[in-house]
């Protein structure tokens, strides 16, 4: 899919958020990316053999329980 030089990251590769942005639909939030993922806004990622990757965002800090 990429034509970029270098190439981007391939769908497979542990860095494939580093590609390009093809597509990005804001208020839909999803991106579609040169390798072909589809990147939510809660980072969660849908790649292109169906696979599902969890949203991997951290969440809020846990509260101290008072003693």
Aim: proline fraction near 12%; aromatic fraction near 2%; include cysteine.
């Amino acid at each position: 899919m990429c034509s970029h030089v270098p190439p981007c990251p391939s769908a497979a590769a542990a860095d494939r958020e580093a590609a390009q942005t093809l597509v990005a639909q804001s208020g839909q939030g999803w991106s579609l990316l040169c390798n072909g993922v589809l990147l939510f806004e809660d980072t969660g990622e849908l790649l292109p053999d169906g696979q599902i990757i969890a949203p991997h965002r951290p969440g809020p800090p846990a509260r101290a329980v008072a003693a």
